[in-house]
């Protein structure tokens, strides 16, 4: 399964369920992360811009409604002006 590509016509459900799976760490010294499963795709973008080490986040991905979202597209649901939650301010002017 190929991830989304978001665009202006692309609709998302912030308030879906949503499954997130980070990548595993390069680095031994941390405990691995593993899948987690949010009753809202809005929480599991937060845990994975604002919680989430970098390492983890760059081969993580974001299923919703059988839709997959890699972290490019995750950053680019957590950016959009639809997103619902309050954004943590150090957070959102990272990259």
């Given at each position: 399964m190929a991830a989304v590509n978001l665009n202006a016509q692309t609709t998302f459900d912030y308030s879906n369920e949503a499954e997130l799976y980070p990548t595993r760490s390069r680095k031994a010294r941390r405990q691995p992360m593993g899948y987690r499963r949010f009753s809202r795709a809005a929480d599991?973008?937060?845990?994975?811009?604002?919680?989430?080490?970098?390492?983890?986040?760059?081969?993580a991905y974001l299923e919703v409604d059988?839709?997959?979202?890699?972290?490019?597209?995750?950053?680019?649901?957590?950016?959009?002006?639809?997103?619902?939650?309050?954004?943590?301010?150090?957070?959102?002017k990272e990259n």
């Amino acid at each position: 399964m190929a991830a989304v590509n978001l665009n202006a016509q692309t609709t998302f459900d912030y308030s879906n369920e949503a499954e997130l799976y980070p990548t595993r760490s390069r680095k031994a010294r941390r405990q691995p992360m593993g899948y987690r499963r949010f009753s809202r795709a809005a929480d599991a973008i937060r845990f994975a811009i604002e919680e989430l080490p970098a390492d983890l986040l760059i081969g993580a991905y974001l299923e919703v409604d059988e839709k997959r979202f890699d972290s490019s597209g995750i950053r680019q649901l957590y950016e959009s002006p639809d997103y619902p939650l309050t954004r943590r301010v150090d957070v959102a002017k990272e990259n």
